[in-house]
């Protein structure tokens, strides 16, 4: 699977990073118009905001909610520290970083860019002997030591597939997820996405309730005007399809949903999905 390389630096002072994204400076600006999709939206600072593929991490900051806290921190605390940006001091209310020794040199490799702008790539840590903004097929090694892989790996994030990751990679990822499982690790030890959970249990940060984060997006966006249940999965649109793996098999993402009153979870794993 190729990609447009693209060298610069890691930012974290000023922003609030979860596991799944972080503020990149390209070295040569240049390089972001080679990437397909709406061009990215660059700050000031000329630092965009990088949103790693194939995971997603706990909601940190998602309509003024936050999921499990302890392991929404841990997921940014990851990224942060295999990234080496150093000496993080959030904070008090952990809504953003106002210390950090960031600036740190890496490298991300990327093909296009989401609905906001934003970039979805692998990320590194460090140099890669290539020319900076060349296209490169992304060989098995190296994508061990990108941090998606690694986070998968930890049990920090969940795998969170889309149609354009290969599938060679995507099998790579969901082995990470496995081995996160089998050894308890992370969100693993705690995760009630397909055991069941209390709907309510979601904003009681003593509950430590974990479940995948495409779920808890979609009930606090219903929830946020509405106060009963009842009409939850009918909100949700039609056209939010997914591939179940490995029956190959097409769903409506609503209809993995089962909701028992104020009990919900999925039918499916997460790492048996791929969203169309």
Known sequence: MSFILIKGTFHAMGYSPDGDSIRFKADNLENWSKLIGIPPVLNEFNHVQIRL????????????????????????????????????KWHEDKNIIIKAKDNIQGFILAKKTDQHGRPLAFVFKGTIDAKDGDILFLPIDLFLHSVNYQSLLYGESYPTYYRGLAPTLRKKMTHAVNFAKKENKGVWEFDSTNTGFYVWDLFDEEKNMVILPKLFRRLVSYLEINQELEGFKNSLVKSEKVLILPSQTKKIFRDIIIQEDTIFKLSELPE???YL
């Not at 900051?61 to 000496?87: G, M, N, P, T, V």
């Open 272 to 274: 048996n999905l791929v």
């Open 53 to 88: 593929i194939g995971i997603d991490s706990l909601e940190t900051h998602f309509r003024q909610c936050k999921q499990s806290i302890k392991w929404a921190l841990s997921a940014s605390d990851f990224l942060l520290k295999y990234l080496e940006i150093d000496e993080v």
